[in-house]
């Protein structure tokens, strides 16, 4: 409260001039109706006030806090700060806390650091905005997220990181390496939930990273920058809310409209008609644009000829001129030039227009012609046909299919035609001419990797001709994107056959083991039987295809790699999926022929226990099938482990024996492992018994069960414990 004095032997037009300059001052932050619309630098807009009579009700309410010493807004029961409310867009940024998980030097844990965020909106008129994304920053760091949305249906989400060093970190890219983000919030989620952990405390990263750092934050307002690996400098983000008004209320003002939410559950927002800006909450906060003053906003030809009306604009000529004032039009002409003229002008006009027409679709002829070129040689075309053209044993040649063809396929790539997402590309289900259907791969993004793992994958199946390796039919290289066209397998993939509940219940050993066997045959066959021997680099049941009669069909060759004659190993980036991944190429980064058998047995484990490779819900010694299943061996606990509803007394001894089989295959040195020729002899020989029982031998189970429990649990224990040291890895940590 400010007390004006004013003392005798003071000038009264001095005590006059304060009294005028206090007044003005205050009259100052009022609105029409007599409200205060500022709290600090914050504009607070219609329907939100600072008082019950300046808003909507009290859902809208603000209270400007000056505790600080520096006015700020906050809103709901639980004060989050407000940062910026926009009625045009029915939005306002609030600040969100960054959760952290942080170690010492020695391994622990900083508990004053917080590793759970909880978030909810003041009240229901409020929702998170599709605009904000999910993000990860550190190296051996992850984060839960968990949103309820307004029927408390829950929505679950992981993200992970991991990198060996600095270096290889980029800033302003959050692809895996010290960042990841995916968009996080669609629908109308209202609560969320976010928790920051680490893989192994950090325990290899700690000389430069030493925290996960797990936020929710408006894309717009983030940058990632290496340095935030070492040390994120803030506590909290800006993070946007959607809001909207209960049906109850009819507060859209004079030239608005009112847009339901789709969800059905009678929210609204107000928007401003075109040609008009402003609040629309407010009778009349939606002014009129003048689009003459702005020439970006109308195509005239020129400012004069403009004429601004309300919603909208004209151009038009003066009324001593004809024509049209329009920008590209005729212009505004004067009215006195004669016939002659005029005719010429028609005749000019129309030699024009035919010359310019011809000179026009030549000139698009070739534009395609050298684009269609462009995209030949950015697609790889040329190191292709090189490829090829080096190897005298691939089989007939793959088609090279138009634009046109593989659009008139699928429709011109309609949405209804997917069948399949993958980390780098989208598959559409098509059909020929000749009513062949097929499979079309269109890699998501365009860049040089993209493009080399386009060429191996061409280059890799040209060479394959067996029954259980899909066929690759043909390419096309027209388009700015590479595409390869396949053939179509109508009966999913081994990962949702096992994963679906319904499919599983449906899926007896018999058809697992068929399957397994040939799987094993393909991959011996890649190794062995081809011209240049393969190594795929993913096997993985996602990787697995099942045609009508379930039979297996190995799939997605754009990580594979050829071992030239006379070389056992080949040394690479590690490339692969989480949870099938070879530890030893893991360490060395030397890919081998075993790399493959210790990727299929944990596809063998996946068929005998019905479980995924890497699993966040189950607990943390369990999220590792591969380790889980060798140490439930030593353990003696093997049918523990099988899916239940698979056991019975007939094959009991099958699914030992293929239990050893695995056990084998995940051997944590290559050279103790089988070859896949073996694993194929051996599997088809199981199979064998399964058809022909009378075949079946005597078997010591006391050996058996010896060979199975065998002490491997110190070894793996040490082995995981040394550190990973290479430039970089790829991994795919979408759980598949």
């Not at 940024?93 to 909880?118: E, H, L, M, W």
């Not at 606990?637 to 007394?649: D, G």
Request: glycine content about 6%; aromatic content about 10%.
């Amino acid at each position: 409260m400010v007390v004006l004095r004013l003392h005798f032997h003071e000038p009264l037009w001095l005590s006059t001039t304060l009294l005028f300059l206090l007044v003005a001052a205050s009259s100052d932050q009022l609105d029409s109706s007599g409200c205060v619309r500022h709290c600090g630098d914050i504009d607070i807009l219609y329907p939100f006030g600072l008082t019950e009579k300046c808003c909507l009700d009290h859902n809208f309410l603000i209270q400007c806090d000056n505790s600080s010493g520096h006015p700020t807004p906050l809103i709901g029961t639980n004060n989050l700060t407000v940062t910026r409310i926009s009625a045009e867009r029915s939005e306002m940024s609030i600040q969100f806390d960054v959760t952290r998980d942080c170690y010492t030097k020695s391994g622990d844990q900083i508990p004053s650091n917080k590793s759970v965020a909880t978030l909810t909106p003041p009240n229901t008129m409020f929702t998170f905005s599709h605009k904000n994304i999910f993000t990860v920053v550190g190296c051996e760091s992850y984060s839960y997220l968990n949103a309820y949305d307004y029927n408390n249906q829950r929505n679950f989400l992981i993200l992970e990181t991991m990198c060996s060093s600095l270096e290889v970190v980029e800033s302003g890219s959050c692809s895996g390496l010290g960042c990841a983000q995916r968009p996080s919030l669609y629908g109308r989620l209202q609560n969320i939930t976010l928790e920051a952990y680490s893989f192994n405390k950090h325990k290899y990263t700690r000389d430069f990273n030493n925290c996960s750092y797990a936020f929710i934050v408006d894309k717009s307002q983030f940058n990632f920058s290496r340095n935030y690996v070492t040390n994120f400098p803030q506590e909290k983000l800006p993070l946007l809310l959607d809001w909207a008004i209960s049906q109850e209320y009819d507060t859209c003002g004079k030239n608005s409209r009112r847009q339901g939410l789709e969800d059905g559950s009678g929210y609204y927002y107000c928007l401003c008609k075109d040609g008009f800006q402003g609040n629309p909450y407010q009778p009349d906060g939606c002014k009129d644009i003048n689009e003459c003053e702005n020439p970006s906003l109308n195509n005239c030809s020129e400012t004069r000829y403009c004429i601004n009306m309300r919603g909208s604009y004209t151009c038009s000529c003066p009324s001593w001129f004809k024509g049209d004032g329009r920008r590209g039009g005729t212009g505004c002409k004067d009215q006195l030039p004669g016939i002659k003229a005029a005719i010429g002008v028609a005749i000019g006009f129309i030699t024009l227009l035919i010359s310019g027409t011809w000179i026009y679709l030549v000139s698009k002829q070739r534009r395609l012609i050298k684009l269609k070129e462009k995209f030949f040689r950015q697609n790889g075309g040329i190191i292709l046909q090189q490829q090829l053209s080096r190897r005298n044993d691939t089989n007939e040649m793959a088609k090279i299919f138009t634009e046109l063809e593989l659009k008139k396929a699928t429709n011109n790539y309609n949405e209804s035609t997917i069948i399949g997402k993958g980390g780098f590309g989208i598959v559409y289900k098509g059909t020929l001419p000749d009513n062949r259907i097929v499979a079309i791969k269109k890699s998501k993004i365009m860049n040089q990797t993209q493009i080399k793992q386009f060429i191996n994958e061409v280059v890799v199946l040209s060479q394959i001709n067996h029954r259980n390796v899909v066929k690759l039919l043909g390419c096309c290289l027209e388009t700015e994107v590479p595409l390869l066209v396949y053939e179509f397998v109508p009966n999913g993939n081994l990962f949702e056959h096992i994963h679906n509940r319904d499919k599983a219940y449906n899926f007896p050993w018999a058809t697992r083991l068929g399957i397994a066997a040939e799987t094993a045959g393909a991959l011996s066959y890649l190794h062995s039987a081809a011209s240049t021997p393969i190594i795929h680099r993913d096997v993985k049941s996602s990787n697995i295809l099942l045609d009508n009669s379930m039979t297996a069909k190995v799939s997605d060759f754009g990580a594979s790699r050829l071992i030239p004659l006379g070389q056992t190993e080949v040394a690479t980036l590690v490339q692969g999926t989480l949870g099938y991944l070879d530890p030893e190429y893991l360490q060395t980064n030397q890919l081998t022929e075993k790399s493959d058998v210790y990727s299929f047995g944990v596809v063998l484990v996946e068929l005998l226990t019905g479980e995924k490779a890497l699993s966040f819900n189950r607990p943390e010694e369990k999220r590792n099938l591969a380790m889980h299943f060798l140490y439930s061996l030593v353990e003696g606990k093997l049918y523990e482990m099988l899916e239940s509803r698979m056991v019975n007394e007939e094959n009991r001894e099958q699914l030992k024996e293929v239990a050893g089989l695995a056990k084998r295959c995940l051997s944590l040195k290559g050279e103790d492992r089988p070859t896949m020729k073996e694993v194929a002899m051996e599997l088809e020989g199981i199979r064998r018994t399964e058809r022909h029982p009378w075949v079946k031998t005597e078997l010591n189970l006391e050996e058996t069960e010896s060979l199975l429990n065998d002490q491997t649990s110190n070894a793996y224990k040490d082995y995981y414990g040394k550190s990973v040291s290479h430039d970089a890895i790829t991994l795919d940590f979408s759980g598949r």
